[in-house]
């Protein structure tokens, strides 16, 4: 290749992975007011977060054209596929991650009129935190290109099954204890699985990072902390919930 092929190639290798950057960003803005509005029952910064969610969309959709074209004329090798393949993969994850701060969103009218257990709004608040904390260090990562720190954040995911678990058990006690809890409840239960599903999807991005990095994949079995099903299968045994721990 000339030296102007090998820039011009570099230069939008260097777009992929600046877009990845700008995409990562506006997920964990979209996260942050979803779950503010959420708390603060703030319908106008949830309707800025569902206009914001075609944003990201359309962002992904011209990265995946970009991507494509490169590796149509390019037609890279080894790690620089590896790198541009993972970026597919990435900014499919941050759209998912956008549509599940959307969804957070509508809820806010839904839960608007109604009362809500101050002790599990503060726990799903807390366990949006952690979520944020992994996109945040998961993106970090991906721009320093450090598969060991991709690594971590899969190893951490543990903390945010088991914080969703324990969401999951005192929502389903207070839904038992008065069924006039149980709209509110129902509406809180599906944004905690929203912000669990977000860690799942940073998840994905560290394995991808971890691919692109080394040429392998991570092993299969991921380590869970999510033991809802079996909650499930309890129903109405489920004891009182205590104290968050």
């Given at each position: 290749m000339?030296?102007?092929?090998?820039?011009s190639?570099?230069?939008?290798?260097?777009f992929?992975?600046?877009?990845?950057?700008?995409?990562?960003?506006?997920?964990?803005?979209?996260?942050?007011?979803?779950?503010?509005?959420?708390?603060?029952?703030?319908?106008?910064?949830?309707?800025?977060?569902?206009?914001?969610?075609?944003?990201?969309?359309?962002?992904?959709?011209?990265?995946?054209?970009?991507?494509?074209?490169?590796?149509?004329?390019?037609?890279p090798?080894?790690?620089?596929?590896?790198?541009?393949?993972?970026?597919?993969?990435?900014?499919?994850?941050?759209?998912?991650?956008?549509?599940?701060?959307?969804?957070i969103?509508?809820?806010?009218?839904?839960?608007?009129?109604?009362?809500?257990?101050?002790?599990?709004?503060?726990?799903?608040?807390?366990?949006?935190?952690?979520?944020?904390?992994?996109?945040?260090?998961?993106?970090?990562?991906?721009?320093?290109?450090?598969?060991?720190?991709a690594?971590?954040?899969?190893?951490n995911?543990?903390?945010?099954?088991?914080m969703?678990?324990?969401?999951?058990?005192?929502?389903?006690?207070?839904m038992?204890?008065?069924?006039?809890?149980?709209?509110?409840?129902?509406?809180?239960?599906?944004?905690?699985?929203?912000?669990?599903?977000?860690?799942d999807h940073?998840?994905?991005?560290?394995?991808?990072?971890?691919?692109?990095?080394?040429?392998?994949?991570?092993?299969?079995?991921?380590?869970?902390?999510?033991?809802?099903?079996?909650?499930?299968?309890?129903?109405?045994?489920?004891?009182?919930?205590?104290?968050?721990?």
């Amino acid at each position: 290749m000339t030296e102007h092929t090998v820039t011009s190639y570099e230069d939008e290798l260097k777009f992929i992975v600046r877009r990845i950057s700008e995409m990562g960003g506006q997920a964990e803005r979209m996260v942050e007011q979803a779950v503010a509005a959420l708390m603060r029952s703030d319908w106008d910064l949830a309707q800025s977060v569902v206009a914001d969610d075609v944003l990201l969309d359309a962002a992904q959709r011209d990265l995946d054209e970009r991507a494509i074209r490169t590796i149509a004329k390019r037609q890279p090798m080894a790690v620089d596929l590896r790198e541009i393949v993972g970026a597919i993969r990435i900014s499919n994850d941050l759209e998912r991650i956008g549509d599940l701060a959307k969804n957070i969103a509508k809820r806010v009218i839904a839960v608007h009129d109604h009362s809500q257990p101050v002790q599990l709004v503060r726990g799903i608040e807390h366990l949006s935190e952690l979520a944020l904390v992994q996109l945040k260090e998961v993106l970090d990562a991906y721009g320093e290109h450090d598969h060991l720190r991709a690594m971590a954040v899969r190893d951490n995911d543990e903390q945010i099954d088991a914080m969703y678990t324990s969401i999951f058990r005192e929502l389903l006690t207070y839904m038992m204890e008065d069924p006039r809890n149980i709209t509110a409840c129902t509406h809180l239960l599906f944004s905690a699985k929203n912000i669990e599903r977000i860690g799942d999807h940073a998840t994905n991005i560290a394995e991808t990072i971890y691919y692109i990095q080394t040429g392998e994949q991570m092993e299969a079995e991921r380590p869970k902390g999510d033991t809802t099903p079996s909650l499930v299968q309890q129903g109405s045994n489920l004891p009182p919930a205590g104290p968050e721990g």
